[in-house]
């Protein structure tokens, strides 16, 4: 069964390791995209994952798509047409330097895909499950009305969906956030959203958390996850939990609300390489682990963990194999080399 994953592709640019712009002559270039590093996870962990975008017909898509080919995503539903693939470029944060992207992706071809580009019955002819996350509708109205599409048919044909909240500043304020996310909520299954995103894009907080200093409330979590389940009707709440001390070193946990129990993770210390993505690996991860029965407390550690080991790869895409994140769940984390 098909696991398809819909939003944008980009190429992203950085400077070698951690130079600014202001300073580098040459760029890094690699490609992710939140829903695009979602269908690499679960090829990584065996599943069929097809990729569904829009891209134009040049060297700079083939070289994109290229890099989810290596990675067995299938990507045979893409569509063709438009002028430009979005880019974004990142500055990656040391110490107390936070990371910084900036965006180039307006008039990017999906931001002006249109309904008729995608024949979603033919799409999900042998689908289990589809992913979006809040990015996709974000691009445009039309991507908006694109997804709200994709979500009656995938409900209407029994799919899971899932959505990751993702609020991106960047691209919209969070009254239209809310306004549009409100709309797609009640076709979702699972929702995945950070320390920040319920709030942002829901105005649901929680109590006695200090986001920017680092300090979580996991109680005040509980109440969020039960509030936007109650709102919307969704079964299943994911909620990562980032406790931020430098741009370097973060603490790394989750919790799970699915039909009215609570699950947390063990937390990780992590000394980060690449921060991008991280979000995105703790998706696939949680996909991969619901849609295999295993229960919602490997679900939970197996998506954090998996997220962890992503912390570790430079670029948007999560290499681990399941065998190394069940390694990190049964408590060997001490990095020693393996022979």
Not at 48 to 67: F, H, I, M, Q, W
Not at 68 to 79: A, E, P, T
Request: charged fraction near 25%.
């Amino acid at each position: 069964m098909d696991f398809v994953c819909f939003g944008e592709i980009m190429g992203r640019l950085n400077p070698k390791g951690y130079g600014r712009l202001m300073q580098s002559n040459e760029l890094c270039v690699s490609y992710g995209g939140g829903e695009a590093n979602v269908a690499v996870s679960l090829a990584n962990f065996g599943k069929r994952a097809v990729y569904v975008t829009k891209v134009p017909d040049n060297e700079l898509s083939g070289a994109a798509l290229g890099a989810l080919k290596i990675h067995n995503v299938d990507v045979s539903r893409v569509v063709y047409g438009g002028d430009r693939l979005g880019l974004y470029f990142i500055e990656k944060g040391a110490s107390q330097r936070p990371s910084r992207v900036i965006y180039d992706r307006k008039y990017s071809a999906i931001s002006m895909a249109k309904k008729e580009d995608f024949d979603w019955r033919k799409i999900f002819s042998n689908a289990e499950w589809f992913h979006f996350t809040g990015i996709t509708p974000a691009l445009s109205d039309t991507c908006a009305e694109i997804c709200l599409e994709a979500c009656r048919i995938a409900k209407g044909l029994g799919i899971t969906v899932s959505c990751d909240l993702n609020f991106r500043k960047n691209l919209w304020d969070s009254k239209k956030a809310g306004q549009v996310m409100a709309t797609l909520m009640p076709y979702v299954d699972v929702v995945i959203a950070n320390e920040e995103d319920c709030e942002k894009v829901f105005g649901i907080s929680a109590e006695d958390t200090d986001v920017s200093g680092g300090e979580l409330s996991y109680e005040g979590y509980k109440a969020v996850a039960k509030r936007l389940s109650e709102r919307f009707a969704i079964p299943t709440v994911a909620i990562t939990l980032r406790e931020s001390r430098s741009a370097n070193d973060n603490d790394w946990s989750a919790m799970l609300y699915n039909h009215g129990e609570y699950f947390f993770s063990k937390k990780y210390s992590l000394h980060i390489v690449d921060r991008v993505g991280g979000g995105d690996s703790f998706g696939g991860g949680l996909i991969y682990a619901l849609s295999e029965g295993k229960g919602n407390q490997y679900a939970i550690d197996f998506a954090v963990a998996a997220s962890a080991l992503k912390h570790t790869v430079e670029g948007d895409f999560n290499e681990a194999s399941i065998g190394e994140i069940e390694t990190l769940m049964g408590g060997d984390g001490s990095g020693r080399v393996q022979r």
